[in-house]
């Protein structure tokens, strides 16, 4: 991983800069042969909603870099595979968890894990479980980027 200096945002400053102007992301579709593991979220935007593991990037943090990062926080997870790069997309919303609207450039990997069974290490998913099949209530976002990765 690329040396860096965390740069943690003040929480109102952040929400300053969510007021205006999008926020890049890495977001993971995390595989096991069939499988894809999703987090449901405690957080807006998307909050009780299953999503792909991810977030913002810092400044000075490789994409590839940044989705490690997250994968190790949120699920625990050192070990992975990253498979390949997938898309970028957008996703906008009408919240956040620091309260405006949300606009992120998400880049989406392919990324490839254990299969075992996963206990949130924080509290950014209530809930982690493994999928084969997508459901079409899920957000178009989670969707696309599952169909894209061959589910």
């Known amino acids: 991983m ?22 890049p992301c890495a977001d993971a ?6 499988h ?5 979220r405690n957080n807006r935007p998307a909050k009780g ?8 990037v810092q400044k000075g943090e490789l994409l590839s870099d940044a989705i490690q990062r ?4 949120e699920i625990g997870v050192k070990r992975m595979t990253i498979k390949k790069q ?3 997309r957008e996703t906008i919303f009408k919240d956040s968890a620091q309260g405006p609207a949300s606009h992120s450039i ?9 299969y075992k069974k996963y206990v949130p290490p924080n509290d950014e998913n209530a809930e982690l479980a493994w999928f084969s099949k997508i459901d079409s209530r899920w957000h178009p ?11």
Not at 2 to 19: F, G, M, N, V
Not at 36 to 40: I, T
Not at 70 to 73: G, N
Request: overall charge positive; hydrophobic content about 50%; charged content about 20%.
């Open 36 to 40: 894809f593991l999703l987090g449901k």
């Open 70 to 73: 997250h994968i190790a926080r």
């Open 2 to 23: 690329t040396s860096r200096r965390d740069k943690t945002i003040p929480e109102a400053l952040y929400a300053k800069i969510l007021d205006v102007m999008p926020i």
């Open 141 to 151: 976002y989670v969707k696309e980027a599952l169909r894209l990765a061959g589910f």
């Open 86 to 88: 997938l898309t970028t």
């Open 49 to 56: 909603k299953w999503f792909l593991i991810g977030g913002r």
């Open 29 to 34: 579709v995390l595989v096991s042969g069939k």
């Open 106 to 114: 998400n880049t989406v990997f392919v990324v490839a894990i254990p």
